[in-house]
């Protein structure tokens, strides 16, 4: 014998209760999203009048930082006088660029080649050069 036997009468009771179990999780779970959504659509609607300040607040916003103008040092320069005149000038602002590349280059020649621990005991090449790039970095600072 393979197993025992299931009356047929049994096997229509046993259908209907797993169907009926089924359906009745479907129903809860339809239930559930319909709360759900009554729950949020009430929500957009008491929310409705603050979000469209808040949307407004948050375009205008957008609209200010679009239009900002760009911070530019020079703005809080005088407007008149030979030092604002070179420190807006074009080629200043590129020479203190060459000035700061040229002391990035010394640095590394300093640090390869120096053979003094401190600046008052190098050779005088090397107090020079970094006189120089004091001098100037200090000159600049004042202009601008």
Same mark, same amino acid.
């Given at each position: 014998?393979?197993?025992?036997?299931?009356?047929?009468?049994?096997?229509?009771?046993?259908?209907?209760?797993? !169907?009926?179990?089924?359906?009745?999780?479907?129903?809860? !779970?339809?239930?559930?999203?319909? *709360?759900?959504?009554?729950? $949020?659509?009430?929500?957009?609607?008491?929310?409705?009048?603050? =979000?469209? $300040?808040?949307?407004?607040?948050?375009?205008? *916003? !957008?609209? =200010?930082?679009?239009? *900002?103008?760009?911070?530019?040092?020079?703005?809080?320069?005088?407007?008149?006088?030979? =030092? *604002?005149?070179?420190?807006?000038?074009?080629?200043?602002?590129?020479? $203190?660029?060459?000035?700061?590349?040229?002391?990035?280059?010394?640095?590394? !020649?300093? $640090?390869?080649?120096?053979?003094?621990?401190?600046? #008052?005991? =190098?050779?005088?090449?090397?107090?020079?050069?970094?006189? #120089?790039?004091?001098?100037?970095?200090?000159?600049?600072?004042?202009?601008?």
């Amino acid at each position: 014998r393979l197993g025992a036997h299931i009356p047929d009468d049994n096997i229509p009771k046993q259908m209907k209760e797993q !169907v009926k179990t089924e359906q009745v999780k479907k129903e809860q !779970v339809i239930l559930e999203q319909a *709360q759900h959504a009554a729950h $949020t659509a009430a929500q957009n609607r008491r929310m409705s009048g603050l =979000s469209a $300040t808040f949307n407004t607040q948050l375009k205008d *916003q !957008v609209k =200010s930082n679009i239009y *900002q103008e760009e911070y530019d040092v020079s703005n809080f320069y005088h407007k008149t006088g030979f =030092s *604002q005149w070179l420190a807006r000038h074009p080629r200043f602002e590129n020479l $203190t660029l060459l000035v700061i590349a040229l002391n990035a280059a010394w640095i590394w !020649v300093d $640090t390869d080649v120096n053979p003094g621990p401190m600046l #008052i005991r =190098s050779p005088p090449i090397f107090q020079i050069a970094e006189h #120089i790039f004091c001098c100037y970095f200090a000159y600049e600072w004042t202009i601008r």
